[in-house]
Structures are given as C-alpha cells and as structure tokens.
C-alpha cells in the first residue's frame, strides 16, 4: 500500500507543472491610444508573448521591449491603438515553446484630446496618425538604460552610418533627408546618456515638413533623469509620456523649443525639480516647458509639480504675427509662476488647473494677446497680470500703485488679455476692466471680461504701457481652430484625471495646501525623494541592441526567388549579408531603379572589397549609374556592365567584388530559385562562421557573422537558460551575468549554431 502510494504522489508531481503554466492575469487597464496589462510571475516561464486582438486586429504581437519584470509581478503596454474595445493574451514560454495563454476581459482605449495650434492646417504632429496608430513606414527605437549609448540605426543623409546612440541618431535626421516617421520609446529611468548636446538630447530635422518624430515614455515610469529635451529647427513633433526630473543640462529646461518649430504638440508630461541655477528664481530649476520663436503649438494635459518658472513664452520675437500657441488641460499643481508667462504670441489659454499657485497664473507682456478661457483657479495668488498696470503694481499698504518695487513679474511693457467664464476662488486679487470697485479700472485692470466667447475686444481698450491692443485672433475663422471647452469645474475633474503620465505617473506626493499653496521654496523631502528616485523596473526583455528596422518574418514555402539585397542610400555599409569595405558618396548623382530613388553609392576604387558566400548557384545583380558600361571584378575575373546594370550567375562558395574601372556601386541583389536548398523553397547566403568577441567579455559581446543573427540564448555549463536576447545589432549587454563559462546558442537566418563563451 506504502509503494503505491509513493507512486500515486510522484505520479501527481510529475503533472503539477502542466497545471502551473496558466498566467493569472491582475488586471488590464485601458488608456489614452494605449493599453497595459499585469500578471502574477510564473514559475518555469523565460518569458512571455503579449497579444492583442480588437478593431480589426486579430492576435497582434507587440514588441518585447514593451515587457517588463517587475519581481513579484510582470507588466505590458500597448502603444498605438485606435480608440476601441480590445483584448490582451498572454502566453508564456516554457523550455523554448509557447504554451497557451490567459485573455484579459475586454478593454474600452480612449482616443487623445488633439486640440490646439498644432494641429492646425491639416497636421498631425508626430509620428502616429490621427487615429492614434502609427504612420506608414514608422521606425520604432527601444531606449533603455542598457542600450541608450550602443543602439544604432541607418539614417538617410547622417554624416555617417550606422548612427550610433540616441543623439547622434537623432542628429542624423537634423538634416531632413530622412522622412520615415520616427519613434523613440523610452523604456524606465534613463540617466545622462554619454553623448548628448549640452545635456540635452536635441530633436531637429531641417524643418521638413515630410518629417515626423515622436518621443515618448512607455507606461507609467518612463523619466529622463537628468537631461533636459530640446526641439529646434523642427516641423510634426511629439513628445509625451514622459516624467522630467533633477534635469541639470546647459539650458536648464526640462523641455525647450527654441527658435523655427512648427507643428509641435507635448502633452502627457510630469515636470519636477531641475538643478538649481544660478539666479535667484532657479533654485527649483530654470523653465519646466518652455517655447520660443515657434509657431502652431499645443502644450496639453501636462503635470507641473511644484515647478518654480513653468511655462516662459517669447523672447526676441518682435511681432505676434504667425505666432500662435495653446495651452489647455495643464495641472499647475502648487507650481510658483509662469502659467504662461507671455511675450509677443496669440495664446490661448483654456481648462487648465490652477492649483494653489505662490506668485501667479497668466502674465501677459510686450504686445502678446492672451484668451484665457474657462480655467479653475483655486488659491492662485493673482490669477491673470498684465505688466505694470493693475494687481502687478498695486502696493495694498500704499493703497497705491508701485511701479519700481511691486511689478511681480516683469516690467516690460503690458499686453493685452481677453478672459471668458473663469472661475476664481480665494485669489489675492483680480481687476476687470470696467469694475468700478477698484480705482481707474479702465486704466488700471487685469483683464478684459467678455461677457461672450465670441465678444471681440475694442481697440480702444489698451495695456497702460504700450497702448497695446487685442488682436481678437480668437474670433478670426482663418486663424481659429475648432473646439469645445469645458465648464472650469469638469476641466478640473478631468485634468486631476488625465494630467501627467499613464494613470498620473508612479512618482507619488501629496502637498499640504495649508503650507504650499502660500510657500515658494523648494520642498526639501520632496527634492531628496527625487534625487532618490530609483525605477521599479527588475529587468525588460528583449533588453538589447536594436537597430530599429523591422524584424523580416519568417519565409514561407510559398515564397520562390527570394531576393536578399542591399541599398546603400539606407543601410550605408552596415549589412547583415555582405561584408563591405569602401567610400560612400552622395554626390555622384541620382539612379532610379524598380520605384527607388538611389541617392548614395559605394565608390568602387582600389581599397573596395564586397565579400559575401552562398550555399548555392545564385544570380548577382549590380546598379550602378545609368551610363556606366565599364569593367567590374569578381572573383578575379572581369566583367562589363551594360547601362549601367550588371547581371551575373555564380556558382556555390565564396565571393568577392572589387574594382575594375572606377565607377559608383548604388545597389546589390541576389537571387535564389526556388527548391534548392531547405525543403521550404528557399536558400540563404551560407553563414561561414560564427564569431564572439571579445571572448572572455565582461559587459558586452559583439556577434560576428556572415548570416543575419536572429536571436541569442545563453546556457550554464549544466545547461539551464540564464539569459535571452534577440540580436538585431548583435552586441548584448551581459553585465548581469554571473562569471563563468557558457554555451551561447546563436540562431541565424541560415541556421542554429553553439558557440562557447567566458564571461569575466
């Protein structure tokens, strides 16, 4: 009885992992064009696969960077939905399968409030579509913490290719040759990266209006930690989802558009301390958002906690002319000043939160008109100012104004402001024009109050210095954009609700309005919680180099006369399939071949070698200028093109190029037929070999191959996966592996191969 009862329980353990292969779903949260999913770790699982299905998706896959661990607990997003119901599934993986998965209920996405200037004349700003998905041909980059400085992308018109870390990246599309629609995704707590400009990581493209960036955080934690972002010579720009904080860059600004933006749109965001700065009023940073010298802007649903200069609007501009910007459905949450602080500009400024504000809400100066609309102030000492005239000269003690000591933000010459349907409690003090409470209220006021929307503003209303007058751009239809305002008390409602970051962001804090709604200082817990602040984050999967193209499916059977090519205007001489050295050029001209615009060649010239190998006879395929008829080498033997295309059929083995006559060398193609090689239709280039390096290595490892590396597994000596990375660029970050020896099983477009490897 004894033995059949060690047999009956050995028999159930060996059947309890079939029944612990479930994930148990925690919960599944909709969002803004996005989603997010959590679930209990499960024992035995290297990871997982993260479905999607709704609105006409049926199990999409999302990108595996898009997953994280965070201990007791495993977390996706979903970037890019359409506004709709959906359904998420996970699957785990269990020794190397996919084993079936749990589905979460189903979820309602919300579409984005895309309001304002920046989507004026037709635009979207960024690089996703109206509908929230993204443009055609968009190019996704994964930032982490591990690949900021190693990821690379091949970028039209870059100095140089491959483009390697964020900013240099991002300086390849300075120049506005490359159009694709950018993305880049930041994934938790990214500090200083090792190259950036100033501190900053710049966005520009030449102001190409074909152009498209958006730069974004991943879920509820993304920050930039210590670095401030720029914007400046750039049209169609995007930046949200984002938390800013102890930024200490050159500019001081945790956001900054400087001068020739148009079309930009940062919305989503949370703005705490920065370093301090060497004036006075710096001492919680210099300006949280601020903008300059651009045009058709939306700053929206922005989170500015306790933020001591938040939004400076103007410079040297001289004009109003063709300067417009809206800021609508901002938390000023205890933020001092600056809410905005407006020179030049047509500014609407509507539903946003004031929210136990030290110095004041809207300023206005030197010529700017300013419709302030439908906000909420609670506690903001003077709600709306214009420069040198009523509440901001006015000394209660004197019963008089003061124009040298009491001016509260400027004493620059004032602008002009148009208010409607504000509603205001327990302010300091606020004069509308007109309001015989107050003395000289037509000289001396705050504001103009319109009794309507629509109303348009006098000329013979004016700033006391200055004379200048409102421009009335509000209600001027050529200028004007469609929306629909909300009573101050749901926009309240609503910005508490949506401000800041996914589901208000995981830096957590609550202000005691009794002591902050009144206090201009820095919060110093609040300043050491942010110099503290560490990512939840345990580890992201697929956490390595990318080089941010789009990963080819797997060929099918169906599929005959696979072509693998490559095009030097895109890729340089960086390839997968061919080992290139040479000179590239861009100025030898233009070729057009099959519907491409081939605008950068190779020069063939003594120094120039392509070599490459093949399992199989194959046909070469070489463009080079139209009226090129001259020699090229192959193998050693010489051979003519004709009009400038070489066509040539080569046998099994190894191959090389090299110079013949001096030409330029825009394209290459290689052609198998069908039913040679795999069984499935196809045949590859034949992977030579498989190289590590450095070998021993203690950080990174560098894959070199001939064959196009899909994926990386890293086992013990004894077998068991410690790690597994997929190998775009091939250079893994292994600084979190254990010293010793491994086998490193190394999956290619042309076959699986086991390497040994030491890890120091």
Not at 82 to 97: C, L
Not at 467 to 493: L, R, V, W
Not at 522 to 534: C, F, G, R, S
Not at 632 to 655: E, F, K, Q, R
Request: charged share 20%; net charge negative; with cysteine.
């Amino acid at each position: 009885m004894l033995k059949k009862l060690i047999i009956f329980v050995f028999a159930l353990l060996s059947f309890l992992p079939l029944f612990s292969q479930t994930v148990t779903i925690i919960e599944a949260s909709p969002w803004l064009e996005s989603a997010t999913i959590t679930w209990q770790s499960l024992t035995g699982a290297e990871k997982y696969e993260v479905y999607y299905s709704g609105e006409g998706i049926n199990n999409n896959k999302i990108d595996e960077q898009l997953i994280r661990d965070y201990g007791s607990y495993f977390r996706a997003d979903l970037l890019g939905l359409k506004a709709g119901t959906y359904t998420i599934e996970v699957r785990p993986v269990i020794s190397g399968q996919e084993k079936a998965g749990t589905k979460s209920s189903a979820i309602t996405v919300m579409a984005h409030d895309r309001s304002g200037f920046a989507f004026s004349n037709g635009h979207v700003p960024g690089a996703y579509k109206a509908d929230g998905t993204p443009k055609d041909n968009a190019v996704i980059l994964y930032v982490t913490e591990n690949t900021k400085n190693l990821l690379s992308l091949n970028v039209l018109g870059a100095n140089a290719n491959p483009c390697v870390g964020l900013e240099t990246i991002l300086e390849g599309f300075k120049k506005g040759k490359d159009t694709r629609p950018l993305i880049v995704r930041l994934v938790g707590q990214i500090t200083d990266l090792s190259y950036m400009d100033g501190g900053d990581i710049v966005l520009e493209n030449d102001n190409n209006a074909s152009g498209s960036i958006t730069f974004e955080g991943v879920g509820d934690d993304a920050v930039a930690d210590g670095w401030g972002i720029r914007v400046k010579n750039a049209s169609n720009i995007e930046i949200r989802n984002i938390g800013l904080m102890n930024c200490n860059s050159d500019e001081g600004d945790n956001i900054g558009l400087q001068q020739s933006n148009e079309y930009v749109w940062v919305h989503h965001c949370d703005y705490f301390y920065g370093d301090a700065g060497g004036d006075a009023d710096q001492a919680k940073g210099d300006g949280a958002l601020d903008c300059k010298k651009s045009t058709y802007v939306t700053f929206s649903y922005n989170h500015f906690w306790d933020s001591g200069k938040c939004n400076l609007l103007g410079l040297s501009e001289n004009t109003t002319t063709g300067l417009y910007i809206t800021f609508h459905h901002n938390w000023y949450d205890h933020s001092d000043s600056r809410h905005p602080r407006v020179r030049f500009y047509s500014a609407h400024v509507y539903n946003n939160y004031y929210d136990g504000n030290a110095k004041y809400g809207v300023g206005a100066t030197n010529g700017s008109s300013v419709f302030v609309e439908a906000n909420y102030f609670r506690h903001c000492k003077y709600p709306i100012l214009t420069s040198m005239q009523g509440s901001d000269v006015y000394d209660e003690s004197k019963g008089a104004n003061d124009y040298s000591d009491m001016p509260t933000f400027s004493k620059e010459d004032g602008g002009s402001i148009k208010a409607f349907n504000n509603y205001m409690i327990d302010q300091r003090r606020f004069v509308a024009y007109g309001n015989t409470s107050y003395p000289n209220p037509t000289v001396d006021f705050d504001a103009y109050v319109a009794s309507t929307r629509d109303e348009k503003v006098s000329n013979t209303i004016v700033s006391s210095r200055g004379g200048n007058q409102y421009n009335n751009f509000d209600s001027d239809a050529s200028i004007m954009y469609t929306y629909i305002p909300d009573s101050p008390e749901a926009a309240k409602e609503k910005v508490i609700q949506y401000a800041g970051r996914m589901y208000g962001g995981d830096f957590k804090w609550t202000f005691n309005n009794s002591i902050d709604d009144i206090a201009d200082a820095v919060d110093p817990k609040m300043k050491t919680a942010l110099i503290d602040y560490q990512t939840s984050i345990v580890a992201i999967q697929g956490d390595s180099i990318s080089n941010g193209e789009i990963d080819p499916e797997e060929p099918t059977g169906e599929e005959i006369n696979e072509a693998l090519t490559h095009n030097f205007t895109t890729n340089g001489i960086v390839s997968s399939n061919f080992v290139i050295s040479g000179n590239l050029s861009d100025s030898k001209g233009t070729v057009s071949y099959e519907g491409l615009s081939l605008t950068q060649c190779l020069k063939i010239e003594s120094s120039t070698t392509i070599s490459f190998s093949t399992s199989e006879e194959t046909t070469l395929l070489l463009v080079f200028n139209t009226n090129f008829s001259g020699k090229i080498n192959i193998d050693g033997n010489s051979y003519t093109a004709i009009n400038g295309i070489l066509s040539v059929t080569l046998p099994a083995g190894m191959h090389e190029i090299s110079k013949g006559d001096s030409c330029n060398l825009y394209y290459i193609s290689i052609t198998f037929e069908k039913g040679n090689n795999s069984g499935n239709g196809l045949s590859y280039i034949k992977a030579v070999e498989i190289n590590l390096y450095p070998n021993p290595a203690e950080n990174y490892l560098k894959i070199l191959s001939l064959a196009e590396v899909k994926k990386v597994e890293f086992y013990t000596m004894k077998g068991s996966l410690v790690k597994s990375a997929k190998a775009d660029f091939t250079m893994i970050d292994i600084s979190h592996i254990k010293a010793g020896s491994y086998v490193i099983r190394v999956y290619t477009n042309r076959g699986t191969f086991n390497k040994t490897f030491v890890k120091k």
